[in-house]
């Protein structure tokens, strides 16, 4: 099918942009059109019937990736771009596997950073990262900007703080330490598919002790959560194995997955425990 | 309704088409009468629509017509050249990874995107990336067998 008729502007700036939503703001039903990656479909399937797209993929400002003390990703910055940026590793591997997990590999090429956070997929691995990492999500309008926490950010499926007017123009991920070891996981029906559960974990450990854990679960609840008791678990601990335990058996009770896709709540839980553990244990061997 | 004018590169030739602007990039490259690039579920499951954008696999389905102003697109009807056909679609013909054909073009791009960029893929790769995209007919492998044939088959060319 086609997208029912709509007004299209395309925009090269971010005041364009800016200026253009203000404007758009009066006769409702605006919506940004980045990569399209989520927007197509829903357009095409008439789930969404915008009065006028604003087309932002080309908005060369926004396309970009930074890492120095911290990492600045653009709104625009392709799931590809961080897929293949090997400098993200050690403390921000866990980032760049969540990138590679995103859609499928075609999705990649043109998907976009920004575009996922907005569409806020419960499910969604970007989302789940920004949490994880303890993401600022950077916001413009007309009137000014703001910074969210990425844990603030998600307020339930497909819910966001984005307000009237506003739009997504970056992130900025805090710098962890920089003997820092991450690891992301999912469970899914195929290598392609949308995950069941998810995980995505950021350690620091010195001597050998765990000093700073943080755990996100996703697909299990309406938006991305930390599991604070599992992280407080495993803070002061070696990582050994009953340490391990404790926290994959804590993360497991902290989440609320819904039954879906024929799978019901105890399953998934099970499979965030089994993710936790695997990918603690995955970890252990980096942190002794 | 409303109209677009878009220029980009299909096949290296310059292209110009002006159509609803709720055209998709597949509908642009079949009104050029390029029908290669098939169109399955548009909504980016299937993978029957995949081209090649700027070197990369991308879904023509998903992208509008006017986000192609100014991109290189490829299709299946670039790859044979001096009447030849390429090797990807070589390796296809001799490994019967084609049935009826509809995935086949999107398959073949998602092939040669996946073989130009990262020509030492490992076979885990391969099959990875060739997950994207479905076949109704084939069953996968004989396609798995026909891409792992023409990367041998390119690396040979290189030598
Ligand atoms: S038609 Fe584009 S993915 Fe199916
Ligand atoms: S050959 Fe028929 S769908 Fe693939």
């Known amino acids: 099918m086609r997208p029912a008729p709509f007004a299209y502007e395309r925009v090269e700036s971010v005041e364009e942009m800016l200026e253009a939503l ?3 703001d009066g006769e409702g039903a605006a919506v940004l059109l980045a990569g399209g990656q989520s927007l197509i ?9 915008p009065r006028r797209v604003i087309d932002i993929d080309g908005i060369a400002a926004l396309d970009h990736l ?8 653009g709104a625009l910055c392709r799931h590809w771009r961080l897929e293949e940026a090997t400098s993200l590793d050690g403390p921000w591997a866990a980032l760049r596997e969540a990138a590679a997990h995103v859609g499928l590999h075609p999705v990649r090429t043109r998907g976009t950073f920004g575009g996922s956070l907005a569409h806020a997929d419960p499910a969604a691995e970007l989302p789940l990262a920004a949490v994880t990492y303890g993401a600022e999500i950077e916001l413009r309008s007309r009137a000014g900007q703001r910074r969210v926490a990425a844990e603030e950010f998600f307020r339930g499926p497909h819910r966001t703080a984005l307000g009237p007017g506003e739009a997504i123009v970056g992130a900025r991920f805090p710098s ?4 820092g070891v991450s690891a992301f ?3 899914s029906r195929r290598v392609v598919g949308w995950p069941l559960a998810a995980v995505c974990v950021v350690l620091h450990a010195a001597e050998g002790v765990i000093q700073g854990a943080r755990v996100g679960l996703g697909a299990v ?3 991305p959560r930390r599991a604070i008791e599992a992280e407080r678990l495993l803070e002061g601990s070696a990582l050994e194995s009953s340490a391990i335990d404790a926290a994959a058996v804590a993360a497991a009770r902290a989440c609320a997955p819904a039954v879906a896709d024929g ?5 998934r839980r099970d499979m965030v425990e089994a993710l936790v553990r695997r990918t603690l244990a995955g970890l252990a061997g980096a942190v002794w | 309704m409303d109209v677009l004018r878009t220029e980009f590169t299909l096949n290296d030739m310059p292209i110009e088409v002006t159509l609803p602007v709720r055209a998709t990039l597949a509908d642009a490259i079949r009104s050029t009468g390029a029908t290669g690039t098939r169109v399955g579920c548009e909504e980016g499951i299937c993978g029957s629509c995949t081209v090649l954008l700027d070197g990369r696999p991308a879904r023509a389905c998903l992208m509008l017509a006017a986000q192609a102003r100014g991109r290189e697109i490829r299709t299946v009807e670039g790859l044979a050249a001096g009447g030849r056909l390429h090797p990807v679609q070589e390796s296809f013909r001799r490994h019967r990874a084609l049935q009826c054909g509809y995935c086949t073009p999107g398959f073949m791009m998602l092939a040669v995107g996946l073989l130009e960029r990262e020509p030492n893929a490992s076979p885990e790769r391969v099959r990875a990336v060739l997950a994207s995209n479905l076949c109704r ?3 996968y492998a004989p396609i798995v067998d026909a891409v792992l044939a023409a990367q041998q088959a390119l690396a040979g060319e290189v030598i």
């Open chain 1, 185 to 187: 996981a999912e469970v």
């Open chain 1, 263 to 267: 799978v019901d709540e105890d399953t």
């Open chain 1, 66 to 73: 930074e890492l120095d003390q911290e990492l600045r990703v």
């Open chain 1, 176 to 179: 962890p330490k920089p003997d």
């Open chain 1, 221 to 223: 609840g309406p938006a």
């Open chain 2, 137 to 139: 007919c084939t069953g």
């Open chain 1, 41 to 49: 479909p829903r357009l095409n399937a008439r789930l969404v019937r």
């Open chain 1, 22 to 24: 203000a404007r758009a």
